[in-house]
């Protein structure tokens, strides 16, 4: 099932999470717009997990709603793609890739398997839009889009530090 989610313009704020029904599933709050956290709850508003940037760190971590940490993304250095690591709390290994000036990423675990495919889908100077096709047995939706949020994260502090 392929789920559509965006960023707000100044970075707070709520948003829907909407499947291909366009039926509401969840919803993104980005807390501030000074900051890169944000909290993902479900259709009846319970919180399901958050992200944010620990302090004085370039790294995404991705807990739970009870504070236990689900994992933690990293941008890797690589000349002609976008490169990420997203590694679990159980050692599980994820690699995000997608072609230099490509919209479309690709999830990948440690054995080569695609796992999932995201894609931007705004338009110019438009809030960053994505769509995600999630095919994991062992990453939910939920935290998926807390990775994906990271990756956007930090590809606005990697633009706004150029």
């Known amino acids: 099932m392929k789920l559509f989610f965006k960023d707000n313009f100044f970075n707070a704020g709520e948003t829907e999470i909407l499947n291909e029904s366009a039926e509401l599933i969840g919803m993104l709050d980005l807390k501030s717009a000074f900051g890169s956290s944000l909290e993902i709850c479900d259709s009846k508003r319970n919180l399901i997990c958050s992200g944010s940037f620990p302090f004085f760190s370039s790294k995404w971590k991705v807990i739970d709603s009870h504070d236990n940490q689900l994992g933690l993304l990293r941008a890797r250095l690589s000349m002609f793609s976008k490169k ?24 990948f675990k440690n054995d080569g398997t695609c796992i999932a495919q995201f894609e931007k889908v705004n338009g110019w100077l438009q809030s960053d839009a994505y769509c995600l096709d999630n095919h994991s047995e062992h990453i939910d939706d939920y935290e998926l889009i807390a990775v994906i949020m990271g990756v956007n994260a930090i590809q606005k502090r990697q633009n706004n530090s150029s």
């Open 84 to 107: 990420f690591e997203y590694e679990t709390e159980d050692s599980s290994l994820y690699e995000i890739k997608s072609p230099a000036f490509s919209k479309s990423y690709e999830v």
